[in-house]
Each structure stands twice: as structure tokens, then as C-alpha cells.
């Protein structure tokens, strides 16, 4: 096989991966907040307006938008949008809807057909990563772990930063792995630009540019002087240069370089005004603005970022530290929890993860021919460790497990060493480890697919599956409201039922008497978080027997002609 080359079974997983994200990104219908993503980039294309959607960079909406432009569609935002308010982008999404609602689906689908290629860059890199790290086998576990985890299914198919985060997050790390081992200009252009094309997915990857000096400050050899230290500053400066560029190039320059002095935050961390003394449970829009900056006598500082960028930055950090409804293993909180993260893995993931997972920490612990020498380990460490303590100082943000999807490719790079122990000893035996490998290996695969292509709703069998997932984490860990096409087809087999009216086929099936604080007779098609919610005026439905569930979000209810529930007066 040449240098760089992928062996063809490679290929032949890499086929099956893209045929599973194929099939969901048709199945499942546009979730949570990509509905509004893909509108909001066809406004950046036309328009080259950036204010919707702003939270995030906009590489996945100007990715997924892009073959959107070459469809058929009616959608000209030619009416200016600067407003950075969600409802901005809510009212790109509605007009959308309204023009395009006879080839919604056919439009979302192509530009996740646009997203999907980031999911197989991500493959192949832990692929060779880990076979650089730990032999061919190692390869080979890495890339069945990204390919086949139920996360990565259920994540990659979308129009959303995540995806495009755990991918190029791991191109930018091992980019800059080859530029360390080879310090030379193309290695370092190529590090500059994945590490651009990586905080064009999510500003969560900004500690990247700090990180990364150090870490080469530590570990670089200091045999080859000053000269050679000379030599590797100047690409790394490089480096920063080219990423720094594609950033601002992408949002066209448009106020880079702006005083600090002259932005107004909303974020406690920015504006200096803590959060106790912004409005309670308004949204992040109506916060009190300020900036802290300008007490520091730092107003005068020029940031070398794009204006809306680090808008972006300062409302997605106001938007984690308000206070908000949040779920885990049956109780509720509006504080969240900072061990949140770990308690979701432990029903999140299948087991045989975890137990590659203690598996490989066994034998990294007790051996180092299970190591892959101090650089190479911090390597993989450090961005997986800084993102995680990051996510877990945004504790109060206690829904979306999805969040560190950008660590999974570290992790599964990091297990692959499990490859070794087959063949690490001289006595019999081998056989026996390498069908446990494969064993632990194969479950992880059967258990993902079994729930496939629900892969959303994914509950590891330790709870006892997907359908009693709702028992331990809502929101997006079970429902982004994904199965409105299910819906449509269960409701296309039973004609009694009132289609539902909501965009996200999450709430009811009929219209709410909230004057008569009651639920009349009739149909309900209510999701699990309105089920469960205290305050939600379908929790008086919790404790009857369901007509049917459809996929595992959604329980359907028939309230008799003789039967009328009155609502609590604490309902929302």
C-alpha cells in the first residue's frame, strides 16, 4: 500500500458510514435549530448578510446551503436582516417554509448531502491517527467506533456545527501532530487552514490558538538552536496568519479589527453585569448591555476578528449562563449540573465503549507498549480535556449531550490502543484476547444498529433501551424533533387523528381550551419533555395508557367524549 493511501476495506466502511448517514438524513425531518440554519445560509450566499443565526460560525449553513442554491426554490431575502435575535432567524425559517413547503424535504436533504463529506474526513483521520499510534488494527477500531457510534450517526447527517466540530477539530489537531513532526511550510499552510476551517464550525474550539503554542513551546526540540527556533515561530505565526485570514475572509472582513472598547456585550463575562441582575426568564435579547473591557482600559485594543464573530461568542455565553429548565434521571433543575456530561455517558454510550474504555485504561496504566510515548499521549489529552472542563463551566447549558461530540474522536483514537493487547504477550492466549476485543467491538456495533435509524434516541441497554430513555435524559438526547415524517406516516395510517399543527410535531394534535383550564376530548400526540414537564399542561396525561408510541419521542393519547381533565393552575 503507498504513504497516505486507505486500504480498500477502509473504503468499504467508509461506504457503509456514508449509506447509514444517507438513509437518516432522508428519514429524519430538519431538528431544533437546523430548520432555521439552512435558510439563514442561503441569506449569507445571496446576501452575504451574517446576523441569523450568528450564535455559531457559519461553515455548516454556508456548506449546507450551497447545493440549495442549485435547486429549484423560492426564497429571496433581499429585506435586510440585522437583527442577531433568534427571531431574525425564526422568520427566515417561516418564510421558507411558506415558499418551499411542497420540496421542503428534497431541500433539506441535499444540503445534508453537503455535510456528510466532513463525516467521512473525520473517519479517515482517526483511522490514521490511530494507525500511526498503535498498528493497522488500531485503525481499524478507531474507524468502527466513529463509524458506527450512534452519535455520530445521529449527529453527522445534519446541517448543524457539531458534526462539522468533532470532524475538523480532529483534522486541525492532527495537521498540527505533523506539522510538530515535520516543521516545514506546506505542513504548516496545512495546519493553518484546518485550524481556520475548525473555528468556522464552533467558537468552542477557540482555546485552539493558545493551546497550540504551548504545546509546542513544551515539546518542541530545542537541539536545533536558535535558528531552528527561529524557523518553527515564523510558521507557527504563519499559521495563525492563515487561519485568522479565512476567518475574516469568510464574513467578508466586516468589522475586523474593531476597538474592543466599541462592542456591547450581553454576557456577564463581558459586559461586567451579572446574571442576577439580567431579567429573569427573558431571553437573551432583552439582557442589559455593558462592557468591562472599557473599566479596564482595554477599550482600545483592536480585536483581529470579524464583528459578528465574537457577537456570536457573547451570546452564546449569555444564552449558557441563563437559568432554564433542565432534566436528568428524573429531576428537574434550573442550575443544571457540572457532573452532567459523565452521568448522560454512562446511559448514552454502549457499553462496549465502556468497556473498551476501561479496557484501554487497564492496559495504558500497566504497560508501555500500550503507550504511545508522553508527546503523543498530552496530544490527545489536551484538546479533549480542555474542551470537556470548558463544557463544564457552561453546566447550567444541562441538555444537550451532543455537546461533546467534538471529544469522541480523541476518545476513539485513545481506545484503538486496545488493538495491541492480542498480540502484547508471548504466552498463549492471543486468541482468546483478540475474540474479546472483538467481541466488545461487535456489541458496540449490534447495539447501535439495532436501534438504527433512531439513532437520536439511542439509551444504551444497562436503562434498558431507547424506550426508557425518557426516564433519564430529555431534550436532545432523546427528542430535536426528528420524527415528523414518522408522524406523517402514522397519522397517514390512522385518518381519527387530527394532523398535528406545530412545525416540530412535538406538542399536540388538537388546539388547547386554556381559558377553560381543561383538555377536551380528542386526539393528543404529545413528546416526551411535554409529558414529563411538570408545567406543562400534558403532564395530567402522565400515568394513562398511551394509544401508541411513534419511533421512541412521541406518545399518542385519546381523551374519551365522557372524560374531561382539568389542568393544574401552576400549567404554563
Keep these: 500500500m503507498h504513504k497516505g493511501r486507505l486500504p480498500r476495506w477502509v473504503w468499504?466502511?467508509?461506504?457503509?458510514?456514508?449509506?447509514?448517514?444517507?438513509?437518516?438524513?432522508?428519514?429524519?425531518?430538519?431538528?431544533?435549530?437546523?430548520?432555521?440554519?439552512?435558510?439563514?445560509?442561503?441569506?449569507?450566499?445571496?446576501?452575504?448578510?451574517?446576523e441569523p443565526s450568528c450564535r455559531n460560525p457559519p461553515l455548516s449553513r454556508l456548506v449546507g446551503a450551497l447545493p440549495v442554491l442549485l435547486l429549484p426554490h423560492k426564497f429571496q431575502p433581499e429585506w435586510a436582516i440585522t437583527d442577531s435575535d433568534a427571531k431574525a432567524s425564526e422568520s427566515l425559517y417561516l418564510e421558507f417554509v411558506t415558499n418551499n413547503d411542497d420540496r421542503m424535504r428534497w431541500l433539506y436533504f441535499a444540503g445534508r448531502l453537503a455535510c456528510i463529506p466532513f463525516s467521512l474526513l473525520g473517519a479517515a483521520i482517526c483511522y490514521s491517527w490511530a494507525r500511526e499510534l498503535f498498528g493497522p488494527t488500531a485503525g481499524a477500531v478507531a474507524l468502527l467506533l466513529?463509524?458506527?457510534?450512534?452519535?455520530?450517526?445521529?449527529?453527522?447527517?445534519?446541517?448543524?456545527?457539531?458534526?462539522?466540530?468533532?470532524?475538523?477539530?480532529?483534522?486541525?489537531?492532527?495537521?498540527?501532530?505533523?506539522?510538530?513532526?515535520?516543521?516545514?511550510?506546506?505542513?504548516?499552510?496545512?495546519?493553518?487552514?484546518?485550524?481556520?476551517?475548525?473555528?468556522?464550525?464552533?467558537?468552542?474550539?477557540?482555546?485552539?490558538?493558545?493551546?497550540?503554542?504551548?504545546?509546542?513551546?513544551?515539546?518542541?526540540?530545542?537541539?536545533?538552536?536558535?535558528?531552528?527556533?527561529?524557523?518553527?515561530?515564523?510558521?507557527?505565526?504563519?499559521?495563525?496568519?492563515?487561519?485568522?485570514?479565512?476567518?475574516?475572509?469568510?464574513?467578508?472582513?466586516?468589522?475586523?479589527?474593531?476597538?474592543?472598547?466599541?462592542?456591547?456585550?450581553?454576557?456577564?463575562?463581558?459586559?461586567?453585569?451579572?446574571?442576577?441582575?439580567?431579567?429573569?426568564?427573558?431571553?437573551?435579547?432583552?439582557?442589559?448591555?455593558?462592557?468591562?473591557?472599557?473599566?479596564?482600559?482595554?477599550?482600545?485594543?483592536?480585536?483581529?476578528?470579524?464583528?459578528?464573530?465574537?457577537?456570536?461568542?457573547?451570546?452564546?455565553?449569555?444564552?449558557?449562563?441563563?437559568?432554564?429548565?433542565?432534566?436528568?434521571?428524573?429531576?428537574?433543575?434550573?442550575?443544571?449540573?457540572?457532573?452532567?456530561?459523565?452521568?448522560?455517558?454512562l446511559v448514552k454510550l454502549p457499553l462496549g465503549i465502556w468497556s473498551l474504555v476501561a479496557l484501554a485504561a487497564v492496559l495504558a496504566l500497566c504497560s508501555s507498549r500500550f503507550r504511545a510515548g508522553w508527546k503523543e499521549e498530552l496530544w490527545l489529552l489536551i484538546p479533549a480535556l480542555v474542551m470537556l472542563l470548558l463544557l463544564i463551566s457552561q453546566h447550567r447549558i444541562s441538555r444537550h449531550f451532543r455537546y461533546v461530540l467534538p471529544i469522541a474522536p480523541f476518545a476513539y483514537i485513545s481506545i484503538s490502543r486496545v488493538a495491541r493487547y492480542p498480540n502484547a504477550y508471548k504466552r498463549t492466549g492471543g486468541a482468546l484476547r483478540m475474540g474479546a476485543v472483538a467481541s466488545l467491538l461487535s456489541a458496540t456495533v449490534v447495539?447501535?444498529?439495532?436501534?438504527?435509524?433512531?439513532?437520536?434516541?439511542?439509551?444504551?441497554?444497562?436503562?434498558?433501551?431507547?424506550?426508557?430513555?425518557?426516564?433519564?435524559?430529555?431534550?436532545?438526547?432523546?427528542?430535536r424533533g426528528q420524527d415528523a415524517y414518522y408522524i406523517d406516516q402514522w397519522q397517514r395510517t390512522h385518518p381519527e387523528v387530527p394532523a398535528a399543527h406545530n412545525r416540530n410535531y412535538s406538542s399536540i394534535g388538537r388546539s388547547l381550551d386554556r381559558d377553560a383550564r381543561v383538555l377536551r376530548a380528542g386526539w393528543y400526540l404529545v413528546s416526551a419533555e411535554e409529558l414529563l414537564h411538570p408545567k406543562s399542561p400534558f403532564h395530567v396525561l402522565w400515568g394513562m395508557e398511551p394509544k401508541a408510541r411513534i419511533a421512541y419521542t412521541t406518545w399518542v393519547f385519546h381523551v374519551p367524549r365522557d372524560m374531561t381533565i382539568r389542568l393544574p393552575e401552576e400549567t404554563r
Design 12 to 50: 468499504v466502511v467508509l461506504l457503509v458510514h456514508l449509506a447509514l448517514l444517507l438513509y437518516i438524513a432522508w428519514a429524519h425531518s430538519p431538528v431544533e435549530n437546523e430548520g432555521e440554519y439552512l435558510p439563514a445560509g442561503i441569506c449569507h450566499w445571496k446576501t452575504g448578510i451574517f
Design 146 to 345: 466513529w463509524c458506527f457510534s450512534p452519535e455520530m450517526l445521529a449527529n453527522n447527517a445534519l446541517i448543524m456545527p457539531d458534526n462539522f466540530a468533532a470532524s475538523l477539530g480532529v483534522w486541525a489537531a492532527y495537521r498540527f501532530r505533523q506539522w510538530l513532526r515535520e516543521p516545514n511550510w506546506p505542513n504548516s499552510m496545512l495546519a493553518g487552514v484546518s485550524l481556520g476551517w475548525t473555528l468556522l464550525a464552533k467558537a468552542t474550539w477557540l482555546f485552539l490558538p493558545v493551546v497550540l503554542p504551548c504545546f509546542w513551546l513544551v515539546t518542541r526540540s530545542y537541539k536545533s538552536g536558535l535558528k531552528g527556533f527561529v524557523y518553527e515561530f515564523s510558521q507557527l505565526c504563519w499559521l495563525c496568519v492563515i487561519a485568522l485570514f479565512l476567518i475574516n475572509a469568510t464574513y467578508g472582513f466586516e468589522g475586523t479589527l474593531q476597538p474592543l472598547g466599541k462592542y456591547q456585550f450581553r454576557s456577564p463575562i463581558f459586559s461586567g453585569i451579572s446574571i442576577a441582575e439580567q431579567p429573569e426568564g427573558e431571553p437573551v435579547s432583552k439582557f442589559d448591555m455593558g462592557n468591562r473591557f472599557v473599566n479596564w482600559h482595554l477599550g482600545w485594543v483592536p480585536v483581529p476578528l470579524p464583528r459578528l464573530y465574537v457577537v456570536g461568542i457573547d451570546l452564546q455565553s449569555a444564552a449558557a449562563q441563563q437559568r432554564r429548565d433542565n432534566y436528568l434521571f428524573g429531576g428537574w433543575n434550573k442550575e443544571g449540573w457540572w457532573y452532567y456530561y459523565f452521568a448522560a455517558a
Design 447 to 479: 447495539s447501535s444498529l439495532a436501534v438504527y435509524p433512531h439513532s437520536m434516541s439511542y439509551f444504551n441497554e444497562a436503562i434498558g433501551g431507547p424506550g426508557r430513555g425518557y426516564k433519564y435524559l430529555l431534550g436532545s438526547n432523546l427528542d
